[in-house]
């Protein structure tokens, strides 16, 4: 294989994940060679998922450990004076942690913020490399018919006319044949050119079913991400305000949203190794694929892949015939204009025509050439691979720490949460007058009521932001692909 596009080199990041152990359901060794068609591959797959499922499992099961421990250490009998059990500072500490936990999610919603728009940046990259070749391979199909249909008008009108208006003078005639030979003879080599006439796979389709499946993946995220911060938030509120109903409302949300985190971090963990895999070496997956889906000369493909001095250009040959036939049919008519204009008046508007046609006819004719070349295509592949394995692998590396970062911070705050509760001053007055005392604790609404409206504010207008600049607005049309 050659080289790999202008541009794109695998990353660091690429080639450690490439290097994850693969194997199948009987744990025997897979190669990691990018093969999502084979069963030991998706299997392989499926078990770095299912780390996240066993992260989960011991997370739950740690959990509820620590959770009964709890409840068994509540329904002790308490010895001693309540100064002695040590539980106002101990209700403070859990509290603060999970204040502490809590805004580490914060913190960890903002880089799966970015992780998403980033992840969104390279399929959006993706998909206008796939717009701009279906573009060019549009060109090509457009100038091939142009062109061989204004050859074909020339050779049933004009020279038709010109052999009629000549044919006292055979020697005329027969060079005007052969002018016609020629030009049917370039109609056919140009014909052939149009490689991609007729093939089933059509990059816009492939475009708008890759942008179709990203709208509704960025919108699982946005939601994901919204829910987590409104747990969080809400969270926060209740400790603030000391409240027993919002807290046990969130500690329900925050379970949900724990076992959505670990279950974002398998689908994560999965699809990096999987892209890994891919990006590490790409054009021998690429290729096997096009030849399948397109059925095309393999010399072709070679060409446009791969795109060096090794591979030839396949097309060189047709060119520099149909280009040797134009220059031909041009001298032939140069001569007939010498030779026949004076004799026969008649001739000399088709053969103005017909020069005119070859005008035309040479300047698509260049434009055949600069389009056929593996340069422009090749460009856009690895404009393509670079969006894949550059901004979709960054993003999705920050969507996995989003989804540990959210994990690690809503167990410890599930952990926390019970702790936090049973500290919490007693709403009814009277129940002080059974003798127990107040929490010595000071109040956290005072002194997170500041703090958590600015933090409430600051995450509202990052979401907000994200919102509006991560949105990606596709076009299917080169050139007018913008992003708000």
Aim: one cysteine or more; a negative charge.
């Amino acid at each position: 294989m050659g080289g790999p596009p202008p541009g794109f080199r695998p990353s660091g990041w690429v080639h450690l994940l490439h290097q994850v152990p693969h194997t199948n359901f009987q744990l025997r060794p897979v190669a990691s060679t990018f093969a999502p068609q084979e069963q030991d591959y998706q299997q392989a797959l499926l078990l770095v998922a299912a780390l996240a499922g066993l992260g989960l499992a011991v997370n739950l099961l740690v959990l509820g450990l620590y959770l009964l421990r709890s409840c068994c250490r509540c329904r002790r009998p308490k010895s001693g004076p309540p100064e002695a059990s040590g539980s106002p500072d101990g209700g403070g500490c859990v509290t603060w942690s999970c204040v502490a936990a809590l805004l580490l999610g914060c913190a960890g919603i903002g880089l799966g913020f970015y992780g998403n728009s980033e992840t969104s940046d390279g399929v959006s990259q993706l998909s206008f490399s796939l717009l701009h070749a279906n573009h060019t391979l549009s060109s090509i199909d457009r100038l091939v018919s142009e062109t061989v249909e204004r050859l074909g008008s020339a050779v049933r009108s004009e020279l038709t006319t010109l052999e009629e208006v000549m044919a006292p003078r055979t020697e005329l005639v027969a060079a005007a044949r052969g002018a016609r030979r020629q030009a049917e003879a370039v109609a056919q080599q140009l014909g052939e050119l149009a490689f991609w006439r007729g093939v089933p796979l059509s990059p816009i389709r492939v475009a708008e079913s890759v942008s179709f499946v990203e709208e509704y993946r960025w919108l699982a995220y946005i939601l994901l991400l919204l829910l987590d911060l409104l747990v969080c938030l809400f969270t926060l509120l209740g400790l603030a305000k000391q409240s027993k109903w919002l807290v046990i409302v969130m500690t329900v949300m925050s379970l949900l949203v724990l076992v959505l985190s670990w279950g974002s971090m398998g689908l994560e963990a999965a699809a990096a190794v999987g892209l890994s895999d891919f990006c590490s070496s790409p054009d021998p997956y690429v290729l096997n694929l096009t030849r399948e889906e397109t059925g095309l000369n393999p010399e072709i493909l070679h060409y446009y892949f791969l795109c060096n001095q090794v591979v030839s250009n396949p097309f060189q040959e047709r060119l520099t015939l149909s280009q040797r036939s134009l220059a031909s049919i041009y001298s032939q008519l140069q001569g007939l204009e010498r030779e026949a204009v004076p004799q026969f008046p008649a001739a000399q508007k088709p053969l103005l025509a017909l020069e005119e046609m070859l005008n035309v006819t040479e300047g698509n004719f260049h434009q055949l050439v600069a389009l056929l070349h593996c340069r422009g295509l090749h460009k856009d592949y690895g404009a393509a691979l670079r969006g894949l394995c550059e901004d979709s692998m960054e993003g999705l590396l920050f969507l996995l720490l989003f989804s540990l970062l959210s994990a690690l911070a809503l167990a410890t705050a599930l952990c926390s949460l019970p702790g936090a509760w049973a500290h919490f001053p007693p709403r009814n007055p009277n129940a002080l007058s059974n003798g127990s005392r107040p929490s010595e604790t000071p109040p956290l609404g005072w002194v997170c009521y500041p703090h958590l409206w600015i933090l409430l504010a600051m995450m509202t207008n990052t979401a907000t932001l994200c919102l509006a600049q991560e949105r990606p607005s596709h076009s299917f049309y080169p050139g007018e692909m913008t992003r708000r």
